[in-house]
C-alpha cells in the first residue's frame, strides 16, 4: 500500500487475489506485431515466445513493493518472482514498462510472453488472458486527504473519485460507490498526486 502523512487509507472490504499472466489466449484478431518463435526451455519444456531465449515480461512501474525503478534497472517482489520463473526455464527476463489500461489486452495480442502486474485475478480478465496461481492477497484502500470527512465508500456521493486506468480501483469505484464521477489516471501516482492537489476527493487502489 502506498501513502504518506496526508493520507488515511481506509480498508474496503473487497480482497483480491494477484498472481502473474501466464499466457495470452484471447480471442482478439489484432496482430500484436511480434514475430513468435519455438524453443526448448530446461526440462524439456517447449515454449513459443517472441524472441529465442529470452522472456519478454510486460510490467507497468512504479508500483512498490512489486515494481521499483525503470526497465533495465528494476527491482521489486514481481521482478523477483518473474526472475525466478525465467532462469527456472533457462531464458533471459526482458522488461517492458507499458500501461496498465491496456496491458492484458497486449499480451493477449502476443506482445509479451507474459505479464508482471501486481496484477489482480478477475473472471473478466481471465476471458483474455491465463493466470498462474494466486500468490498474494491484498485490500483495496480508500485514500483521502488527511482531517476529511469520508470515513467510508458510503460518503462518497456526489465526490470525485480517482484509480489509475484498468485497475480494479476504477472498476470498484465505478461500479460500488455513488461517486459523481471517476477519473482514471495513467499510473498510480499520478491518481494520488491529483489527490494531493485537491483535484480528486478521494483516490481508490
Not at 79 to 96: C, F, H, K, R, S
Request: charged share 20%.
Amino acid at each position: 500500500m502506498r501513502g504518506t502523512r496526508i493520507w488515511l487509507a481506509i480498508g474496503l472490504i473487497a480482497i483480491f487475489a494477484s498472481g502473474l499472466i501466464a499466457a495470452g489466449c484471447g480471442d482478439d484478431d489484432d496482430d500484436g506485431g511480434g514475430d513468435e518463435t519455438a524453443t526448448s526451455a530446461e526440462g524439456g519444456t517447449s515454449l513459443t515466445l517472441i524472441s529465442e531465449g529470452t522472456l519478454t515480461v510486460g510490467t507497468d512501474t512504479p508500483f512498490p513493493p512489486f515494481e521499483i525503478g525503470q526497465p533495465p534497472d528494476i527491482s521489486g517482489y514481481d521482478i523477483d518472482v518473474m526472475n525466478a520463473v525465467a532462469e527456472q526455464l533457462g531464458l533471459e527476463p526482458e522488461y517492458t514498462d507499458t500501461g496498465f489500461g491496456t496491458i492484458f489486452r497486449d499480451v493477449a495480442n502476443g506482445q509479451f510472453d507474459t505479464v508482471a502486474a501486481a496484477s489482480t485475478i478477475t473472471k473478466g480478465r481471465e476471458n483474455a488472458v491465463d493466470f498462474t496461481d494466486p500468490y498474494y492477497e491484498a485490500q483495496q484502500a480508500l485514500l483521502v486527504p488527511e482531517g476529511s470527512d469520508i470515513a467510508s465508500v458510503e460518503d462518497l456521493s456526489g465526490l470525485i473519485v480517482g484509480a489509475q486506468d484498468g485497475t480494479t480501483g476504477e472498476a470498484y469505484a465505478n461500479d460500488e460507490t455513488d461517486a459523481e464521477s471517476v477519473r482514471g489516471f495513467p499510473e498510480g501516482p499520478d491518481a494520488t498526486a491529483a489527490l494531493i492537489t485537491g483535484q480528486v476527493d478521494a483516490v481508490i487502489i
